[in-house]
């Protein structure tokens, strides 16, 4: 007996008919959610929604590592959190105020990492004594994007920007930490203490945000505690500078570290 057509449908077919599952290279099955090679999701479904209803996840932006603009000042609280807590986390790193690190930003002498409108880490150059050291400070990378490699690109680019601006500069690395000490020598530089750096007054006001800055108000700020990486300019050799303590005797800070 010849099948009535409302028999014949209702999603049956002849079996000869049925079409074979698609299959990934390697024999597995595709999922019935698949998306076709155009993108297209392969089951029907809305664009951008699962076969059960929910929404589906979304790709998120790439991070952008690129010299700071004058709008990213929107980020400075983003920033100045983030200091505070990688130094509550140990980190030998200084709190900046709000205006420090907006003129920074407006200037064009920071980098920033950004996804999307998210702020992911940030770093700041500043110059000293008519751009004869020029100091790297406020490297910071938000905790959830550790271990991506953006601490290198930030400084790769601030190293940039430096050589660019003030080419005859020695380059002064503040943020130091294992992890960035072992990254600033891959860059060239040598672990100094800070008495070999700049002596000027408002490099050494910067300080006040420091954990050891307690220590180097009791000695004058003749001695600190405090290291930093030192990249001189293209041929030019360090000089090591002998502090001398209140009573005109070189401070601890003058011994052979190396």
């Known amino acids: ?4 057509a409302s028999e014949a449908g209702r999603g049956r077919t002849d079996a000869a008919k049925r079409r074979p599952p698609l299959r990934r290279k390697g024999g597995g099955r595709s999922s019935a959610a698949e998306p076709h090679r155009n993108g297209a999701a392969s089951n029907g479904h809305a ?4 076969s059960n209803g929910t929404p589906a996840a979304r790709i998120p932006p790439p991070v952008e590592v690129r010299v700071a603009r004058p709008g990213d000042v929107v980020h400075v609280a983003r920033i100045g959190a983030l200091l505070a807590d990688a130094q509550r986390g140990g ?4 709190i900046r105020s709000e205006g420090y690190l907006e003129d920074a930003i ?6 920033v990492a950004v996804q999307g409108d998210h702020l992911c880490g940030f770093a700041a150059a500043h110059a000293w004594e008519g751009g004869r ?11 959830e994007m550790r271990g991506r490699g953006l601490s ?5 680019l601030l190293i940039e920007i430096t050589r660019k ?3 005859e500069a020695s380059i002064i690395s503040l943020t130091l930490s294992h992890h960035v000490e072992r990254m600033n020598q891959s860059f060239g530089f040598e672990t100094v203490p800070y008495c070999d750096l700049t002596r000027d007054a408002e490099f050494w006001k910067g300080c006040d945000g420091c954990i050891h800055q307690p220590h180097l108000k009791r000695n004058q700020q003749q001695d600190c505690h405090c290291w930093s990486g030192l990249l001189p300019a293209p041929g030019a050799k360090r000089e090591k500078i002998v502090p001398r303590d209140a009573h005109g005797h ?3 800070c003058s011994g052979d570290f190396r």
Do not use: C, D, T
């Open 106 to 111: 407006k200037e064009r002498r920071a980098v």
């Open 1 to 4: 007996m010849r099948k009535s």
């Open 47 to 50: 664009k951008g929604a699962a």
């Open 91 to 94: 980190a030998v790193i200084a």
């Open 165 to 167: 601006r003030w080419p």
């Open 152 to 156: 290198r690109e930030i400084k790769q």
């Open 133 to 143: 050291f020029v100091s790297h400070s406020a490297l910071v990378v938000a905790p």
């Open 250 to 252: 070189p401070s601890a």
